[in-house]
């Protein structure tokens, strides 16, 4: 027939051949069929002819390594060479989806991974990446999974005081060290301004060099920062303490999330995202009220001194029940440029936004911080572009989960800012009550959070995160809709009650939304995907404060400055300005449904 003809041509003949091992490439011309079959190009070997024939596993063992795949004949799998009866003998087809990762040691091929959690998206690889997730305890899990979560809380509940703690001891510190407020309040911005542009290159650098040793560092450093602190003798001594837990904490909260996805299996995800997120809330509503005992007990040292045993224990544990995965890293070194331009622009518009207030919004430095950070942002995206190891790999922002829900995350906490800002003037300024007071109402909402976030996990793991996340904004919304109407006769229950829903609202959203972002990024991403989680409540909240208190100083503004403090026209002017303030971000809470339900989900 004319195809041995043909087939006999590029051989060579009969008789004895030379023994090279080269690869032809030629275009498929046996047959529609074979085309069919071949899909596009295929490789014929040229075998080495001896008196004896070879074995297919001979002829399989005669390839180079780099060419060795699975095979088929008319599409059927070939256990090793190729069947000398064949149409095309020497026909070679690799399969479109062959890949090395998806072979087993033992030779069998591997079925496409279905045990994702209900509803959570499917992963796509990242190019030169597994598609494994962290349910095969890749990537930073323990030892004893079963120890690694309670441990992880620990350390959040930990990290988490840092970030509120200090906010009581505010007016004991000016009088400690005779300044001002705007002195002491430096010892909460250093804190805000290191870990929000800190979080993203301490994931990075969690995935490449291991997750482990920046988590037990982390924990490490805020020790010896609270130590610092609690034996602080001036004013710049304990700015530079707080400095260095701010180090720490961010490098704990960039790879907590990825610990915790790779130590737990898909299906329980959810819930174990949610002990962590239900844990933030308990740190952030018990800092203050523990801060206040501690100082009304001892003094401010007791604050920072308090909490150092508790981290030592933690250190000790992390260490003994972590996995070391320093070896999982495919591709070595920290994008510097980026690095810095992502924290020159961070830091820039995080500073901006807190000192915007007692500086004047518009005041040259105030928009100076604002163009500038502005202007890092297009250069920083421009640089992860073309850089080898990036800090934010920008092939995440294709995947439509992972994009969506960091983008619904944004506008959430955005709402959830303006509640922060705004409430503590209503509560204290317009209705008279003390800070404790004021600080345990607002503590509704997150110990709402620390209550029900567990379960709304356990939700989302078994029914998944579509109807969850739109009904927790939803939720959330109302409730911070509810928050402007009230007024000056609004009773303390009342007022719980709304900030209650807003903490529901938080549970039924933040751990489904969160299992859907670290769901949807391959194993050497997580630490990544983890950071990108607090670096948008981040932003969320500075953008929340920044323009809802523009909208509140709008509002307020003339009448507050004109009326006497504790008048009620001063309490009616805090009420018009917490009303513009909270009904603008109520809506902005709303535009996350339609974020999440265009883009959300694969």
Request: aromatic share 6%.
């Amino acid at each position: 027939m004319w195809w041995m003809k043909r087939l006999r041509s590029l051989i060579g003949g009969s008789g004895s051949l030379s023994g090279r091992s080269r690869l032809i490439t030629l275009p498929v011309r046996t047959s529609r069929a074979a085309a069919t079959m071949c899909s596009g190009v295929t490789r014929l070997k040229e075998p080495t002819w001896s008196s004896r024939p070879q074995t297919s596993q001979a002829w399989r063992s005669s390839l180079p390594s780099s060419r060795v795949g699975r095979f088929s004949k008319a599409g059927v799998p070939v256990a090793g060479g190729i069947a000398a009866s064949s149409p095309v003998a020497a026909v070679l087809v690799r399969r479109p989806h062959d890949s090395r990762a998806s072979r087993r040691p033992g030779g069998r091929e591997q079925r496409p991974r279905t045990d994702r959690a209900p509803g959570a998206p499917y992963h796509r690889a990242m190019p030169g990446e597994s598609s494994g997730r962290g349910s095969e305890n890749a990537g930073g899990g323990g030892r004893s999974p079963g120890a690694v979560l309670p441990l992880v809380a620990g350390s959040v509940l930990l990290s988490t005081m840092d970030a509120s703690i200090i906010n009581i001891a505010l007016p004991t510190l000016a009088s400690e060290f005779n300044t001002t407020l705007d002195g002491v309040v430096w010892t909460l911005l250093i804190f805000v301004l290191l870990g929000t542009g800190l979080a993203l290159p301490f994931g990075r650098l969690g995935d490449l060099y291991g997750r482990k040793r920046f988590y037990v560092g982390g924990n490490a450093i805020i020790g010896l920062g609270l130590l610092a602190a609690g034996t602080a003798p001036s004013l710049p001594a304990l700015v530079a303490a707080r400095g260095l837990q701010a180090v720490g904490n961010a490098m704990v909260v960039s790879n907590g999330n990825a610990i915790v996805t790779a130590a737990v299996p898909p299906h329980r995800r959810g819930q174990a995202l949610g002990i962590v997120g239900g844990t933030v809330g308990f740190g952030l509503a018990s800092g203050p009220v523990l801060g206040g005992v501690l100082i009304e007990l001892f003094d401010w040292r007791a604050i920072f001194l308090a909490r150092l045993p508790l981290s030592i224990t933690l250190t000790l544990l992390l260490f003994l029940v972590l996995r070391d995965t320093s070896s999982e890293g495919r591709d070595r070194g920290l994008d510097i440029p980026g690095s810095l331009l992502l924290f020159g622009s961070l830091g820039s518009l995080t500073l901006a936004v807190n000192r915007g207030h007692a500086w004047g919004w518009a005041s040259p430095w105030i928009i100076g911080l604002f163009v500038l950070g502005a202007l890092l942002m297009p250069l920083f995206v421009w640089i992860e572009r073309r850089a080898a190891s990036p800090v934010v790999s920008l092939e995440l922002l294709r995947i439509r989960a992972f994009s969506g829900s960091v983008g619904a995350a944004i506008l959430y906490f955005w709402g959830f800012g303006a509640v922060l800002v705004l409430m503590p003037f209503y509560l204290v300024g317009a209705r008279g009550f003390s800070t404790l007071e004021a600080g345990a109402i607002l503590a509704a909402q997150p110990l709402t959070l620390f209550v029900f976030a567990p379960l709304t996990g356990r939700l989302a793991d078994r029914f998944g995160p579509s109807l969850l996340v739109p009904l927790g904004l939803a939720a959330a919304s109302l409730g911070t809709a509810l928050l402007a109407l009230v007024d000056s006769g609004t009773s303390v229950p009342d007022i719980a009650a709304r900030m209650s829903l807003i903490g529901l609202g938080m549970a039924l959203f933040q751990s489904p939304n969160n299992s859907t972002i670290m769901g949807s990024v391959p194993v050497q991403r997580l630490g990544m995907a983890s950071a990108a989680i607090v670096t948008a409540r981040r932003i969320g909240q500075a953008g929340g404060i920044a323009v809802s208190g523009a909208v509140f100083t709008a509002f307020a503004g003339a009448n507050l400055v004109a009326a006497a403090e504790g008048s009620p026209l001063h309490a009616l002017a805090i009420i018009d300005g917490l009303q513009a303030g909270l009904l603008l971000s109520a809506a902005v809470v709303a535009s996350a449904i339609a974020v999440n339900w265009r883009w959300g989900s694969d």
